[in-house]
């Protein structure tokens, strides 16, 4: 039904298209797109959703890839389907707040049961919408108390349907609060930047696991090159030819990389980069990015075989981060204090309860209690007058 009404505005919307219009495509340049982009990326939130089905799927490492990538092809088309229609029907300066595409049908003579056919696919797409959000959240809970993270009360599953039941009602009754009590507008930049910043770590955490070193097969005790300098890099080489393993080199680079794309763009937002010491802080931050991606290109990449890989490491999360961070740098200061709150919550918890009780902390106490036995056993063998 959402695709029928989609197609539906698309294409009725197509025989009021006016081509004049994109005459001036592009009025407010680079600031105003990346302004409107951090606004309405929250439209894009959902398809991270499908990570939260792998135990759910018969075939996760195959499946939800190619899930990913064709709900993000779908969504996509839809959503420049949908703007370049109404872009074509009216200038972008006379478009109504509020109700945009059923006023602006109405404005144009269209008839009236077209209004009742926009809003009944608005309804059916806030369902969707709100379905696929109280699908994912409480799966994510689940997931988190199942490790310890959080309390363990949230990981019961409905004996019946398999849900986590418990979690389902907390992300329900939770949602319906924050979004009785909080500014439409505010609650759209807090869900922005909250994705930017998770989807921008998982660019990070990428990069880092492809150069992090991996047993080779058949020997667990052997490393591959991942994470060392190219032999066929001399000068790289040469400086680091002590280092036998990344370390934080990878990390730091990381670091670097992000610090140069924040710097392009917070010059770009205040436009301080057509200042004389504007533009040579932009050429700085451009030269310690690039720099900082070549430098880990220098590196080996691990050999770990997996069924579905990202290609051109480190380039494409790269990318990724830069987009990421240049829309993260458009959102008000209010909506970065909002984002620091909110993570001191986060880590206030993790802190207190989740890192004392998580499995992967007591599979690491389990591991040193077994060394140190271990350890004490070779002793007591070797010095046995001893003890």
Same mark, same amino acid.
């Given at each position: ?5 989609? +197609? ?16 001036n ?8 797109? +990346? ?5 309405? &990326? ?5 398809? !991270?959703?499908?990570?939260?089905a792998?135990?759910?799927?018969? !075939? ?7 899930? *990913? ?9 839809? #959503? @420049? $389907?949908?703007?370049?229609?109404? %872009? ?15 006023? /602006? ?15 009944? $696919? ?13 699908? %994912?959240?409480?799966?994510?809970? #689940?997931?988190m ?7 363990g ?11 986590p039941i ?7 009754i +939770? ?14 930049? &807090? ?7 998770? #989807? ?14 991996q ?42 990389? @992000?610090?140069?794309?924040?710097? /392009?763009? /917070? ?11 504007? *533009?040579g ?12 991606? =070549? ?11 997996l ?8 380039? /494409? ?5 830069? &987009?990421?961070v =240049?829309?993260?740098t ?20 993790? +802190? ?5 009780? %998580? ?29």
């Amino acid at each position: 039904m959402n695709f029928q009404v989609i +197609l539906f505005v698309i294409g009725y919307g197509m025989t009021f298209a006016n081509f004049s219009y994109w005459k001036n495509f592009f009025p407010c340049g680079i600031n105003g797109v +990346l302004a409107g982009a951090s606004k309405c &990326f929250f439209a894009y939130v959902g398809f !991270d959703g499908l990570a939260t089905a792998g135990e759910e799927a018969k !075939d996760p490492a195959k499946m939800i890839p190619r899930a *990913t990538f064709w709900s993000m092809g779908l969504a996509i088309t839809c #959503y @420049v $389907g949908m703007s370049g229609a109404l %872009s074509l029907m009216m200038p972008y300066y006379e478009l109504p707040a509020s109700a945009v595409y059923a006023t /602006v049908f109405i404005k144009l003579g269209a008839p009236d049961w077209i209004s009742i056919v926009i809003s009944i $696919g608005c309804l059916i797409g806030i369902l969707t919408s709100i379905t696929n959000g109280l699908y %994912s959240l409480p799966r994510a809970i #689940y997931a988190m108390a199942e490790d310890g993270l959080i309390f363990g009360w949230w990981a019961k599953v409905n004996p019946r349907t398999k849900t986590p039941i418990n979690a389902t009602i907390t992300a329900t009754i +939770l949602v319906a609060i924050i979004g009785m009590t909080f500014d439409i507008e505010a609650l759209i930049d &807090f869900l922005s930047i909250g994705t930017l910043l998770a #989807y921008s770590m998982v660019n990070a955490a990428l990069i880092i696991l492809r150069y992090r070193p991996q047993p080779l097969k058949g020997d667990l005790e052997q490393m591959d090159q991942g994470g060392t300098i190219r032999p066929n890099i001399p000068i790289l080489s040469k400086m680091f030819e002590h280092k036998k393993e990344a370390g934080n080199a990878i990390l730091f680079s990381i670091i670097m990389m @992000v610090a140069g794309f924040s710097g /392009v763009g /917070v010059l770009i937002n205040t436009t301080y980069y057509k200042t004389a010491i504007g *533009t040579g802080l932009m050429v700085l931050s451009i030269l310690v990015s690039i720099g900082s991606i =070549l430098f880990i290109d220098a590196h080996h990449q691990n050999s770990m075989e997996l069924d579905y890989k990202v290609f051109a490491v480190p380039y /494409v999360p790269a990318a990724s981060l830069l &987009f990421n961070v =240049l829309m993260m740098t458009q959102l008000t200061i209010l909506t970065w204090i909002r984002l620091a709150v909110w993570m001191a919550i986060g880590a206030a918890i993790y +802190l207190g309860y989740g890192i004392s009780h %998580s499995k992967e902390e007591q599979l690491w106490k389990e591991a040193r209690g077994a060394i140190k036995e271990t350890k004490v056993k070779i002793f007591r063998k070797k010095y046995p007058a001893l003890c």
